[in-house]
């Protein structure tokens, strides 16, 4: 079965940092560009950032552009979400996502963050 299973999430301080990942089975990973989305409380999901197949980082909130980052390990099939100097908004579940499209190994992340295919997500609450 597919899956993409976000952990790591939890409570953490204003100013604190988190890492999150996410593991992937079922597909070949390194085959696709990961996105990161998160979704706050009545709010819609936003995309994040994505990596590229190259590891090419696209920000697509520019709130967390300086704070977060994304990586991979292909051969572990895990992507990362590092975050640093967390602020309250940041609180949201966060999850992994993919649109199975295969790109050319240079192409960057699409404009609008892969999302056809999301997995289960992690809370992350930023609070004092």
């Known amino acids: 079965d597919v899956q993409l299973q976000a952990s790591g999430g939890g409570l953490v301080q204003p100013g604190g940092s988190l890492r999150l990942s996410c593991a992937a089975s079922?597909?070949?990973?390194?085959?696709?560009?990961i996105a990161w989305f998160r979704q706050a409380p009545g709010e819609e999901p936003e995309g994040v950032l994505c990596i590229a197949r190259n590891g090419d980082i696209t920000y697509y909130t520019d709130s967390v552009q300086g704070r977060f980052t994304i990586s991979r390990d292909n051969a572990k099939k895990t992507a990362y979400l590092q975050m640093k100097s967390l602020k309250p908004e940041d609180t949201a579940v966060y999850y992994c996502?993919?649109?199975?499209?295969?790109?050319?190994?240079?192409?960057?992340?699409?404009?609008?963050?892969?999302?056809?295919?999301r997995g289960q997500g992690t809370q992350v609450t930023v609070s004092s």
């Open positions: 079922g597909f070949r990973f390194d085959d696709y560009a």
């Open positions: 996502a993919t649109d199975f499209i295969r790109r050319v190994l240079t192409t960057p992340c699409p404009r609008a963050a892969p999302g056809s295919y």
